[in-house]
């Protein structure tokens, strides 16, 4: 078999952040079983890491390793094996590339902080500078959509307008730095799932609109406004498949919290906090109550998906 292009860089590797939805409003399913959605992203300080080197033409293969690493698939439905391929497919020269891929995994999988989309669009990212492609940032955003709605917003970061089925991203005019607690759960959720549920709970959904009061609040910056201002639809449809996560935003409230939801399609649950110290303060209080798995803190919003070597 012929070997591949000279490597310009043998190995590449991504770091990607974890997302929220500050606002996630959803529609009745369209035609083609996707949700309308109307969502505000914000990218947190919670990264995997993807690393790309190369491998014999047309071969793609992965490891992961770190946060729930074995309820990771490693066959070709692996999203950062799917966004190499693709990406293979439309902009490489006849099969002449393949990619040795190594995920580090921070985010948890089936989390609601779409793990699985910020690998997938950290291996696009990686492999198109580890084969030196001719692509800009419009091409990658492209094949980000096809991969998945969430895909497209993990290669922009910061806080951005989501429409579409999500896809369909656009910076949002936003002030401030935001202080987050995250409360893993102990299992995970099936996105397809929470979106059936929510179909069975809200048979007469309106179209979704992105609330008026979250973009005031962003442009003002005060932590107090935005975490009035956090909503998400999918919510009840989570908290009907798993009713303890009512007691964690309950409890996380309790202990202060501005303001608390689950993060997209669950089980995680986010709070937003005035400063770092409460974020601190909430972090132990959440962890010795044990109601969820795992604490972490994050700041937001931060870039997105970008190459560290
Ligand atoms: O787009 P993605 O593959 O990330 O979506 C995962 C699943 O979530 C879809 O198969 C679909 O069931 C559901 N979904 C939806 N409407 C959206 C986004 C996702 O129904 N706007």
Not at 122 to 129: E, T
Not at 154 to 173: N, Y
Not at 243 to 253: A, Q
Not at 258 to 281: H, I, K, W
Request: aromatic share 4%.
């Amino acid at each position: 078999m012929a070997s591949a292009a000279p490597p310009t860089a043998a190995l590449v590797r991504v770091q990607v952040p974890a997302q929220i939805n500050l606002a996630l409003k959803v529609g009745a399913p369209r035609p083609d079983g996707y949700h309308p959605l109307a969502t505000v992203y914000q990218a947190l300080s919670l990264y995997d890491q993807v690393q790309a080197e190369w491998a014999e033409p047309d071969r793609f293969e992965v490891v992961v390793s770190g946060e729930g690493a074995d309820q990771v698939p490693l066959d070709d439905s692996n999203l950062a094996v799917r966004a190499a391929r693709l990406l293979a497919q439309r902009h490489g020269p006849h099969d002449s590339h393949g990619a040795s891929l190594s995920i580090t995994k921070s985010i948890p999988v089936a989390g609601g902080l779409a793990g699985g989309s910020a690998n997938g669009a950290a291996a696009l990212l990686a492999c198109a500078a580890l084969w030196d492609l001719d692509v800009g940032p419009e091409d990658l955003r492209g094949l980000a959509a096809e991969l998945g709605s969430d895909v497209p917003f993990a290669l922009i970061g910061g806080t951005a307008v989501g429409s579409g089925r999500g896809e369909d991203v656009a910076p949002a005019l936003a002030r401030g730095t935001y202080q987050w607690v995250l409360a893993f759960g102990y299992h995970g959720l099936s996105t397809a799932a929470v979106y059936r549920r929510f179909d069975d709970l809200s048979p007469d959904a309106a179209p979704p609109e992105v609330p008026a009061e979250l973009m005031n609040a962003l442009r003002s910056g005060d932590p107090r406004l935005l975490g009035a201002a956090l909503s998400n639809d999918l919510q009840p449809a989570a908290l009907d498949l798993q009713p303890r996560l009512r007691t964690v935003l309950e409890t996380g409230l309790e202990y202060g919290a501005l303001g608390a939801l689950v993060s997209g399609s669950g089980p995680t649950c986010a709070f937003l906090v005035e400063s770092e110290s409460a974020a601190v303060d909430l972090s132990v209080s959440l962890s010795a109550e044990g109601l969820c798995r795992a604490v972490r803190r994050a700041t937001a919003p931060v870039v997105g998906a970008r190459i560290i070597n």
